[in-house]
């Protein structure tokens, strides 16, 4: 029964994905050539929500579903790793065309040539696994 209330929402991002064309190639390419604002606006309204999301949570001690508490821990200092780690993540949207939600999306709609970005994503996400120990942090 609780795998019920992740699936719902699961279908309800898809939704808001499929019907705001986030998930459109079309819309990424046109980001990516500065050509439309549409995606940067759906990027800044995720980004507002998100902020304040967490500001409640922070100042209304929100507790999750077990009843503990919602602790958010500082980012470590450092901006090489995450400058770094955003030019990958950006260089493989822009290459692909999708990034990790909308990966499953397109999957759901049919469109099974993303299976390639699917094997991609997690053999990348397994190398990440393999070398982590290795990578300056």
């Known amino acids: 029964m609780k795998v019920i209330k992740y699936l719902l929402v699961g279908f309800v991002f898809g939704i808001v994905l499929t019907k705001s064309e986030a998930v459109s ?19 800044m309204t995720a980004v507002l929500t998100g902020i304040i999301g967490i500001q409640l949570m922070k100042r209304r001690n929100l507790k999750d579903i077990k009843g503990l508490a919602i602790e ?12 770094i ?10 290459l692909v065309g999708a990034c990790p939600g909308p990966i ?20 990348g996400t397994y190398l990440y696994g393999v070398l982590k120990d290795k990578l300056p942090h």
């Open 25 to 43: 190639w079309y819309r990424i390419y046109e980001m990516f050539q500065f050509q439309s604002f549409h995606m940067y606006g759906i990027i």
């Open 72 to 83: 958010i821990k500082d980012k470590e200092q450092g901006s090489a790793r995450y400058l």
């Open 85 to 94: 780690g955003g030019v990958f993540f950006g260089l493989g949207w822009a």
């Open 104 to 123: 499953f999306i397109l999957l759901g709609a049919g469109f099974w040539s993303v299976l390639v970005v699917l094997f991609g994503a997690l053999f």
